[in-house]
């Protein structure tokens, strides 16, 4: 079973086996924690984001699917681009939100990662309401069959941090 932490931070500072990109479907680079490991990671990350846009990937990735590339210039080996549904109001997304969870822990475990750090999905600019958004990240990642040994949610405020706490209690 894996073991569930949370962490507040900054998680292009996050030392792991692979960190989580909150990417959005282009793969290329956004705001939030996604223009932050973009930035923090250098080119190598947008490089080979670029070559599977090229390849694999022409339309981009699907909201509650992921895709590994390099961790560039972090303290990770790999950057795990996972891609949550924008929150709505009139339709139940949240099957979505939950497989872009374990879609990243699928990846996880082809890669062999052992430690996995994700930041909340769908809760920046895709207006997931943050108490949902941390229930849906628990639920799924406990749920989830993964081989991964330790998942740490970096969350990078305190009010986050305390949801996903709440959470993991619940």
Do not use: K
Not at 27 to 34: E, N, P, T
């Amino acid at each position: 079973m894996v073991a569930i932490e949370v962490v507040r931070g900054d998680i292009t500072r996050f030392a792991a086996d692979a960190i989580v990109n909150a990417a959005n479907s282009r793969l290329l680079g956004g705001g939030g924690v996604d223009g932050a490991i973009h930035r923090a990671g250098g080119p190598a990350i947008l490089a080979e984001c670029r070559a599977l846009r090229a390849s694999s990937l022409p339309d981009g990735l699907s909201a509650g699917d992921a895709v590994a590339t390099t961790a560039g210039n972090l303290p990770a080996r790999w950057v795990i681009h996972a891609v949550g549904p924008v929150y709505s109001t009139v339709e139940d997304r949240s099957a979505i939100l939950r497989s872009a969870y374990t879609r990243s822990l699928e990846v996880a475990d082809d890669l062999e990662a052992r430690t996995v750090a994700f930041p909340v999905i769908s809760a920046g600019i895709y207006g997931w309401p943050h108490a949902d958004a941390a229930r849906q990240a628990v639920s799924a990642v406990r749920g989830s069959g993964t081989a991964v040994e330790t998942v740490t949610f970096v969350a990078f405020a305190d009010e986050m941090a305390d949801l996903l706490r709440a959470a993991l209690d619940a």
